[in-house]
């Protein structure tokens, strides 16, 4: 890598940083979108969803926030090619990534369906490598790039009816890795945040009052975490502090993946 032409070409904060969230018309992709429009980026909130994505944007744009809707489906290829396409015509730009799309599908190990298991590892696995695969060829252009890829306690952590989601976030914690390693000669650092339970409209259908009692219970800060909180830790992975940081996926449980006994 030529480090006298990185020095002597233009800064990505002079240029103006593009940010891309996928799955970002709600929950924490919202929060995150919205948390790096404060921070000086150009947002593209991209979703399956274009009119939820676009509602989205209308409300960044309020803020003063410059946005731009994208359709887009983690689960195709092509969907995802040719939104990156869509990206360097609009911007010549990629600067950071978030691969926070994904989907969850609750199951006991043997009745997995192996339908709903390649489902769920395409979309959030897969779709992540693609994603990764693209904005890393737009970033290496400026040597400089930030991707960020939501995993979960559930790939840290086994939890019962969890074979596919957690499966498919164990994976996106080594394709971290192994992202991290081989994108570093291009100045590019991959990282991701681990959330534990989280209030979003997934989590608001997905678990039961059970399931919400029992993670309560085992969060040694008694609480469901926010989207705003997911997003403070992106935004400080997508950042300049985190310069020297790269391979680590951070969670965000309140103290979840430290705790053992909590009640004696």
Known sequence: MNQLANKQAPTPFELGRVALVTGAAMGIG???AERLGHDGHTVVVADINLAAAEEMVAGLKVQGIEA?????DVGDADSIAAAFAEIQARFGRCDVLVNNAGIARTQAFLECDLGDW???LNINLTGSL????????????????RIINVASISGMRASMG???????KAAIIGLTRQMAVELAEYGITVNGI???PVDTPLTQTLHSVTTRNSYVK????????TPAEMAGAVAFLASDDSSYISGHVIPVDGGFMASGILDI
């Open 194 to 196: 681990a959330p534990g």
């Open 30 to 32: 919202a929060a995150i």
């Open 218 to 225: 085992a969060v040694p800060m008694r609480r469901y975490g």
């Open 130 to 145: 693609l994603c990764g695969q693209h904005a890393a060829r737009l970033m290496s252009a400026n040597g400089w790039g």
């Open 162 to 168: 969890r074979t596919a989601y957690g499966t498919s």
């Open 68 to 72: 731009l809707a994208l359709a887009i």
């Open 118 to 120: 390649q489902r769920v």
